[in-house]
């Protein structure tokens, strides 16, 4: 249950970023400004852009439904996902999953998953989501060229530029991903890039994230579905 509690916290905070081959330093954490602040009504843009209702929303999922196929149930028929490329993906309501007819049981990768609750597929990737705690996710990047885990990240609200929906045109890059772990934002390597003042007394907490190009766009709600909107500057990555 939101906000964190405190022993998860301490528990997976030393699980933040990358869950193998993470290094951070000094040197490389970077912060951040706020640099807006909208008042109640923010969040609920989604809502006018064919996202779900807010109450509906799953908390960490960012603005909208990013869930390909039809949603695995419990009668053993699961979820087919496909690719622009041609490629297959399934899972169901195991941690096992099938990536272009290799098989993986995710519980061996992360032992605290306890179920797979979406696959993307994105330019050269699947992107692996599973369920760890009502806070927490497990999100794997697997590299259809090289049949690899690429980056296996712990945290929430995972998302990248040109991830909402409309936005099919923008070409994924790696890094642009954004996650979060309770107040703070993280980029695909794992180093800090900005921090949000949440009020512990009206138990605030990052609902959801969305990248854009002037920043993170942060959901804060609290137990009372108050909503409000931050930005927090990340500059997209110099392309030039």
Not at 56 to 83: F, K, M, W
Not at 110 to 126: F, S
């Amino acid at each position: 249950m939101y906000p964190w509690e405190p022993q998860e916290k301490e528990r997976l905070s030393a699980m933040k970023g990358l869950k193998k081959g993470s290094t951070r330093s000094a040197a490389a954490i970077l912060s951040a400004a706020l640099i807006l602040t909208v008042g109640a009504g923010g969040c609920g843009k989604a809502e006018g852009e064919g996202g779900t209702d807010l109450e509906n929303r799953v908390p960490g999922s960012g603005y909208t439904n990013h869930i390909q196929g039809e949603p695995a149930g419990y009668d053993g028929e699961g979820t087919t996902v496909l690719s622009d490329n041609g490629g297959e993906a399934y899972f169901d309501n195991s941690t096992t999953i099938v990536l272009d007819g290799r098989t993986y049981d995710i519980a061996q990768r992360e032992e605290e998953v306890n179920a797979i609750t979406n696959i993307r597929a994105v330019e050269g990737y699947w992107i692996v989501t599973g369920h760890i705690s009502p806070n927490t996710s497990y999100y794997g990047f697997y590299n259809t060229q090289t049949l690899q885990w690429e980056k296996e990240i712990l945290g929430a609200g995972l998302t990248w530029y040109g991830a909402e929906e409309g936005e099919e045109d923008i070409p994924f890059s790696m890094d642009t991903v954004v996650y979060t772990m309770a107040d703070e934002l993280y980029d695909s390597n794992g180093r800090l890039v900005g921090k949000v003042d949440l009020d512990e007394k009206e138990h605030e907490y990052i609902y959801g994230l969305e990248r854009s190009s002037e920043g993170v766009e942060v959901c804060i709600l609290n137990d009372a579905v108050e909503e409000r909107l931050v930005v927090v500057q990340v500059p997209l990555p110099d392309r030039s």
